[in-house]
Every structure is written in C-alpha cells, then in structure tokens.
C-alpha cells in the first residue's frame, strides 16, 4: 500500500514461497518489471537471484534475463517467478500492434489511462473509450506472442521436462464497467476474476477447467502439493486439487476510493462499499447491526452471478438471508489477526514509476 513517498514492505516475519524452495534445495531466482516488487519492499525474501528491469521493459527482453539465467542452472531444480507488466498503464503495445483491433486513424483520440472513478459529468468519449480497449488487447496479444516465444524457448532447451508451470494474472482492467477505469477501486468481478492456468505434463490431465472457487492463496498449497514439499503449517489456502477442499467463502478487498470489501460465493457476492479502515471494525459491527438503515442500504451490494455476472443489478434486501450470512462472513475475516506491515520511504526513481502506472499521484 503506498501512501505518498511511503509504503508498506514485507516483514521478515511471514514465510514466503521462495525460501520453502530454497530450504528444499531449490536454486531461486526472480525477474520483476512492477515497482511494486523492488528489493526494499522486502519480496525478494528467499530468492538467490533477485532482478528488477523497470515497468516499461517488454516481455521479449524479460524473457531474455530468465533464459540467460536458466542457461547457467540447467543441472539444478530451480523455482523460478516472472512478473510481467505489458499488459497494464501506460497502454502502449509495440508499433505493429497499435492497429489490430482499431480501424481508422486514432486522430483527435483520448486514451484513458488513469485509476479511479469517473469524475466528470460528461459520459466518456465512446470512440475514445473503444481506441483504449482496443489498445489494452492490442497488449495481451503481443503478450501471447511473446510468451509463446518463451515457451518454445524453454522447450528448446529441454526446460519443459518435469516442470510445473503457472500462469496467471493478478488483477483485472476496468474500462468503465462500473463508472471507472483502471484498477484497485472497486471488488467486481472485471477486476477480481482472472485467468489462471496450471500445466504439469504427465501429472495433470489436459483440457481439465475447475468450476469451484480459487482464491489466489490457494497457489501456495497447490504448488508445496505438486512439488511434492511439506506444506507449511497454518498456511491459509487450500490444495486446489484436494477431494478435501471446502471453500465455500472467497474475500477480497483493496485499499483505495471507498477501501471495499467483498465476499462471494459460486454464486453470490456481497460488496461493502463503505469507506470503513480496518482499525474501525467497532464502526464496523455498529454499522452492519441495522440493516434497515438507509445508510447501510447505500453501503451494501448483492448480486447474482449466475443471473448477473457483470454485477448491473444489486438485489440487496435487509431481509434477504443471504445478506445476514455473508455479513457474518466478512466480519469473521476482520477479526481474524493480521501481521503488522513495516514502512519504507520510496525514492524518487520509484514514486516516479509508480505515478507513471497510475497507483499514486
């Protein structure tokens, strides 16, 4: 979380993935282009090999620091993490796939690229508004060609042999889905529901989709499972895979605009859109006891995935039993400890990249 020129950083307390992997004899190396993830943020914790390229560095040349790295650890099992950011702010894909998906000169264009809610009372420019998305998947693409060139790489070398590869996004893009843009500000499913795929050749079947709910803290069980490693213990998440996984409740929540919270279910989610921090929980359960408050009704979100899965129509009711069970569900998750985080100043290299990708001002 970044507040302007400080931040959050991991504390030495909490164990992260890299060092279980490097405790089991693991080589670890990481390639990061998100400011976010530079070295005094603490996340290189575990890794032998820690490298960050900046925010505007494409995928091919990502590709090329890992591979380079691969080459001098062929004889070793290695954990490796790659973080790309192509497809994100500033939308800008290489020259040759600006014109994919729009038709015509972008003359006289606006490209938005900002985080946050719509601010202005004219709607946004429609034609605008296509150029920016159509930009934003002009990214993915050249993403999918490069990371295709990637794998083929790592073929080439043999690298593909007994290895468990996952690939996955960790948010998604509003493009006024919900009167905003860009991300961090709101829990609906444009921002929440992301891709993830995981490819371990004769140990998972092909073409195999998991219908039930994934939270990305589910990964780590899953990947100490498929590693063959001793999980560690009170870790949260569950083995995807397990017959045994029963969650029934995912929470989410974010830090910015009105710092919602949500809990869903394969169904259902409830989004609390009030502006409540963490330290305020006895505002909280105050504020939650009266459900037929009005203010309570302009906090309070219900929809119907299956029925509304871009979130349009809020079936919230004081009296639906829903509502009552899902409340409980978020408060559980609120008094539940937490780790205290550490601060950190920023310097200016990073407050720099930071604004330029739009999560500070």
Known sequence: MCIRDRS???????LTMAEVFKKNRYTTGAF????????????????????YLDSLTRADELNRAVLEWLDQHQKEPVFVYVHYMDVH????PPPHYQGLYFFGPPRGLYIYQFNGPWRFKQEPDSLSLEYTVALYDAQINYWDDAFKRFISALEMRGCLKNTLLIILADHG?????????????TLYEEQL???????????LKENQTNEHLVQ???????ICHLAKIKCPKDL???NIFSPKKKTKYIYSETYRGKVPRSIRTERYKLVFNAGVQEYEMENLVKLLKNLNSPLVKNYLELYDLNKDPKERNNIFSPTNPRVKEYIYQLLQVFRQSRGKAEQVELDQRTIKELKSLGYIK
């Open 173 to 185: 893009e509003e493009f006024y889905d919900h009167k905003g843009f860009g991300h961090g500000f």
């Open 193 to 203: 529901h992301i891709p993830l795929y995981i490819i371990f050749p004769g140990v």
């Open 216 to 222: 990305t803290i589910d990964l780590f069980p899953t």
């Open 89 to 92: 702010m500033p939308y800008n």
């Open 32 to 51: 990061v282009t998100n400011p976010h993830l530079r070295k005094f943020f603490g996340l290189n914790q575990g890794f032998d090999h820690y490298q």
């Open 8 to 14: 959050d950083v991991l504390s030495e307390d909490f």
């Open 236 to 238: 949260p998440g569950e």
